[in-house]
C-alpha cells in the first residue's frame, strides 16, 4: 500500500466530503435521551441518522447495504453492511447521540456552531463519536480502491 496515495485520498476526502458533513452535524441538537427527554417528538435524533444515511449511501462502497432500523422508545439504529473477503466478522461502532452542552465555549464558539480555525474543528459531537461513520466508510472505501 502506497502511504502517500492514502494519505491523499484520505485527506482530500476528508476536507472535500466529511468536513462540509460533519459541519452540518454539529448544527444538530441530537441530544442523548437523558438529556433530551423529549427526542423523539423533537426529531433530532431522526435528522441526524438521516444526515449519516444519506452520506453513507452517497459513497460508492462496493456491496454495502444501508438499513435504518427503528424500535418504538428507541433511538434509531444506522446499520451498514459490507461484504468482505473472509468470513470473519469486524463491527465498527459509533453514536450520533450528543452530551449537554455544557458551559465555557470560548467567545464566537457554541455546542451547535460549527467553526474552522485553522485544521480545527469546533461544535458538540463533532469529536465524540460523530466523525465514526465518516471515517469507518472512508477507510473501508481506502481499501477497495
Partial sequence: MDSAKVREFVSGMWDDSIIPELCEYIKIPAKSPLFDPDWEKNGYMD??????????????????KVEVARLPGRTPLL???????????????????????????????????????????????????????????????????
Fill in 47 to 64: 435528522e441526524a441518522v438521516a444526515l449519516m444515511e444519506r452520506w453513507c449511501l452517497s459513497q460508492p462502497i462496493k456491496g454495502m
Fill in 79 to 145: 446499520f451498514c453492511e459490507i461484504p468482505g473477503d473472509s468470513d470473519e466478522t469486524v463491527l465498527l461502532y459509533g453514536h450520533l447521540d450528543k452530551q449537554p452542552w455544557m458551559e465555557g465555549w470560548d467567545e464566537g464558539l457554541g455546542p451547535t456552531d460549527p467553526v474552522l480555525r485553522g485544521e480545527y474543528l469546533y461544535g458538540r459531537g463533532g469529536a465524540d463519536d460523530g466523525y465514526s461513520a465518516f471515517s469507518c466508510m472512508l477507510a473501508i472505501k481506502n481499501l477497495q480502491l
